[in-house]
């Protein structure tokens, strides 16, 4: 008996809504406390996932919604390379 294979999901920061996994940009803290943007979402550390949806991500800075899941501050580069090259694939 063969099923189908279940696909990871998770939930938005922006829109508080779930979606798939692949279809979402990670934004990672890695264990020494520094952050980047995880396409691939292997990167190891403690990841907060936000839709390919630039609504989303001005949802999630405007709630200081990342601020919240790590629990600390987040570096302003971090936002504007999310800002710039929100849909860019080279990103990671």
């Known amino acids: 008996m063969t099923g189908k294979k279940k696909l990871p999901e998770r ?3 922006g829109c508080q ?3 798939s996994k692949k279809d979402m940009i990670r934004v990672v803290k890695n264990p020494e406390g520094d952050f980047s943007i995880d396409r ?3 990167k190891s550390g403690r990841g907060a ?3 390919a949806d630039i609504q989303c991500l001005e949802a999630a800075i ?3 919604r990342l601020e919240k899941s790590f629990k600390s501050p987040i570096d302003a580069d ?3 390379k999310l ?3 929100f849909f860019d694939t080279n990103e990671g």
């Open 78 to 80: 971090i936002y504007e």
């Open 62 to 64: 405007k709630g200081h």
């Open 40 to 42: 691939t979402g292997k």
């Open 11 to 13: 939930m938005c920061v």
């Open 49 to 51: 996932y936000i839709c």
């Open 83 to 85: 800002r710039t090259g």
């Open 17 to 19: 809504r779930i979606r």
